[in-house]
C-alpha cells in the first residue's frame, strides 16, 4: 500500500511524499541529541514494529555508544542507565561544532553525524484564539522570535502544558520568511490549551537532517502512530531515527 501525504510548509505549497508502510521489516531505531546545555545527553535505542502493531518498541540493550566532539577530539562513551537508554558523561555541547554518534549493536555499525547551528534567541510567547466547529475555542500558541537574514534556519518546537510534555512536535524552516520576524501559530488538531494553563515551549534550532526526519515523521504521525517504514534518516545502515546537534531556548507562560 502506497500513502501519499501532503507536506505544508510555512508558504502553504504542498509536496507529496510516497511511502510504503507495508510488510515494513523489523529495524533498529535510535534517537539521540546533544544539545548547548548542560548534561548528560541521551540516546534511546529500540526495535520498530509492524506497522499495524501496537505502540510498543522493544528497548535494546548491550549496544556499544559513544558521541564524539569532532572539532575538538573527544569521545565520550555512554553509560546504558536503563534498557535501551544509555546517557553521556563530560561532553558538552558547543555551536559550531560537529558531532558524531557511533553505535554498535553486536556485529552491526550504526553512525551519524550533526553540526550544531549557532543559536537563535527566543524573544516571547503569544497566543491566538480560533473557533472550531460548534462554537469551541481553540488556543493556539504563538512563538515570536527574529529569523536571522541570509541564513538557512531550522526550527523545533515542543510544548509543556501544566508540566506534561505533548507528543505533538512542530517543525519549521525559514525558506519564505529569512530574516523576517517569526509569527505562527503552533496550530494542533485538538484543544488542548486552557486560560490558566501553564505553558512552557522549548524552542530548538536544529540542522536540515534533523528536520528533514521530523518533517516527514509529523505528517506520517497523523496517519498512525507506529514508526514508519521510511523517512529520511541521518543514521547509517538503514536505521530509523535521528542524531541531533541543537541549541535550547526555552519560554514559560500562563495561558491567556
Same mark, same amino acid.
Given at each position: 500500500?502506497?500513502?501519499?501525504?501532503?507536506?505544508?510548509?510555512?508558504?502553504?505549497?504542498?509536496?507529496?511524499?510516497?511511502?510504503?508502510?507495508?510488510?515494513?521489516?523489523?529495524?533498529?531505531?535510535?534517537?539521540?541529541?546533544?544539545?548547548?546545555?548542560?548534561?548528560?545527553?541521551? @540516546?534511546?535505542?529500540?526495535?520498530?514494529?509492524?506497522?499495524?502493531?501496537?505502540? /510498543?518498541?522493544?528497548?535494546?540493550?548491550?549496544?556499544?555508544?559513544?558521541?564524539?566532539?569532532?572539532?575538538?577530539?573527544?569521545?565520550?562513551?555512554?553509560?546504558?542507565?536503563?534498557?535501551?537508554?544509555?546517557?553521556? /558523561?563530560?561532553?558538552?555541547?558547543?555551536?559550531g561544532n560537529v558531532y558524531a *554518534?557511533? @553505535?554498535?549493536?553486536?556485529?552491526?555499525?550504526?553512525d551519524a553525524s550533526s553540526i550544531?547551528? /549557532?543559536? @537563535?534567541?527566543?524573544?516571547?510567547?503569544?497566543?491566538?484564539?480560533?473557533?472550531?466547529?460548534?462554537?469551541? #475555542?481553540?488556543?493556539?500558541?504563538?512563538?515570536?522570535?527574529?529569523?536571522?537574514?541570509? !541564513?538557512? +534556519?531550522?526550527?523545533?518546537?515542543?510544548?509543556?502544558?501544566?508540566?506534561?510534555?505533548?507528543?505533538?512536535?512542530? @517543525?519549521?524552516?525559514? #525558506? !519564505?520568511?529569512?530574516?523576517?520576524?517569526?509569527? #505562527?501559530? *503552533? #496550530?494542533?488538531?485538538?484543544? /488542548?490549551?486552557?486560560?490558566?494553563? +501553564?505553558?512552557?515551549?522549548?524552542?530548538?534550532?536544529?540542522?536540515?537532517?534533523?528536520?528533514?526526519? *521530523?518533517?516527514?515523521?509529523?505528517?506520517?504521525?497523523?496517519?498512525?502512530?507506529?514508526?514508519?517504514?521510511?523517512?529520511?534518516?541521518?543514521?547509517?545502515?538503514?536505521?530509523?531515527?535521528y542524531f541531533s546537534a541543537h541549541?535550547?531556548?526555552?519560554?514559560?507562560?500562563?495561558?491567556?
Open positions: 500500500m502506497i500513502i501519499l501525504v501532503s507536506v505544508i510548509f510555512i508558504s502553504s505549497c504542498k509536496k507529496v511524499i510516497q511511502v510504503d508502510l507495508n510488510n515494513a521489516p523489523t529495524q533498529i531505531v535510535i534517537v539521540g541529541e546533544i544539545t548547548d546545555t548542560t548534561g548528560p545527553y541521551q @540516546v534511546k535505542i529500540s526495535q520498530s514494529v509492524p506497522f499495524d502493531s501496537s505502540n /510498543h518498541f522493544p528497548p535494546v540493550s548491550g549496544a556499544f555508544v559513544t558521541i564524539s566532539d569532532n572539532s575538538r577530539g573527544q569521545t565520550d562513551t555512554l553509560t546504558e542507565s536503563d534498557p535501551g537508554i544509555y546517557n553521556s /558523561h563530560f561532553l558538552q555541547g558547543v555551536s *554518534l557511533n @553505535v554498535v549493536i553486536g556485529n552491526n555499525h550504526y550544531m547551528p /549557532h543559536p @537563535v534567541p527566543f524573544d516571547s510567547i503569544g497566543f491566538q484564539n480560533t473557533f472550531a466547529f460548534g462554537g469551541k #475555542r481553540v488556543i493556539s500558541a504563538i512563538p515570536y522570535f527574529q529569523d536571522p537574514p541570509e !541564513l538557512t +534556519n531550522y526550527y523545533q518546537f515542543i510544548e509543556y502544558i501544566n508540566g506534561e510534555k505533548r507528543n505533538k512536535t512542530f @517543525v519549521f524552516d525559514d #525558506r !519564505l520568511s529569512d530574516g523576517k520576524y517569526f509569527s #505562527r501559530p *503552533l #496550530r494542533d488538531d485538538s484543544a /488542548h490549551l486552557q486560560i490558566g494553563d +501553564n505553558l512552557l515551549i522549548n524552542m530548538y534550532c536544529i540542522d536540515k537532517n534533523t528536520f528533514d526526519y *521530523l518533517n516527514t515523521f509529523d505528517q506520517l504521525s497523523d496517519i498512525d502512530n507506529s514508526t514508519p517504514a521510511n523517512p529520511v534518516s541521518n543514521i547509517s545502515n538503514g536505521a530509523l531515527g541549541t535550547v531556548k526555552t519560554k514559560q507562560v500562563a495561558v491567556h
